[in-house]
């Protein structure tokens, strides 16, 4: 079973993992121009969803991941993914950066 994180409540995740939790952004290029996640306080990289699979050598399995991405249905699914090719401490970002925006930033665009 995933973990379910709210954007809120991304914080305290990060330190309960040892503070050292990457946030994988598996939204498409054309919804990272819309909005963008800061990356202050937040180890955040870009791979778009589809493009995972191929790029799975990017991520390292022993550090814990937080997946985002618009709602939380493809993250979902990237965290299924992950989780099952071995990584330790996976969680979804339940809301997606809908919810990032209403809960943590609201500098970050609606869409």
Same mark, same amino acid.
């Given at each position: 079973?995933?973990?379910?994180?709210?954007?809120?409540?991304?914080?305290?995740?990060?330190?309960?993992?040892?503070?050292?939790?990457?946030?994988?952004?598996?939204?498409?290029?054309?919804?990272?121009?819309?909005?963008?996640? #800061?990356?202050? @306080? *937040?180890?955040?990289?870009?791979?778009?969803?589809?493009?995972?699979? &191929?790029?799975?050598? %990017? $991520? +390292?399995?022993?550090?814990?991941?937080?997946?985002?991405?618009?709602?939380?249905?493809?993250?979902?699914?990237?965290?299924?993914?992950? #989780?099952?090719? @071995? *990584?330790?401490?996976?969680?979804?970002?339940?809301?997606?950066?809908? &919810?990032?925006?209403? %809960? $943590? +930033?609201?500098?970050?665009?609606?869409?």
């Amino acid at each position: 079973m995933i973990e379910q994180v709210r954007p809120a409540s991304l914080r305290d995740w990060i330190a309960s993992q040892g503070g050292t939790a990457l946030v994988l952004d598996v939204r498409e290029p054309a919804e990272l121009q819309v909005a963008r996640v #800061a990356t202050e @306080g *937040f180890n955040v990289k870009t791979i778009p969803m589809m493009d995972v699979p &191929a790029r799975l050598a %990017e $991520l +390292d399995p022993e550090q814990p991941v937080a997946v985002l991405c618009h709602h939380g249905a493809r993250s979902q699914r990237v965290a299924m993914f992950l #989780a099952g090719n @071995g *990584f330790a401490s996976v969680a979804n970002i339940a809301g997606g950066i809908d &919810a990032w925006s209403q %809960e $943590l +930033d609201a500098a970050v665009a609606r869409y």
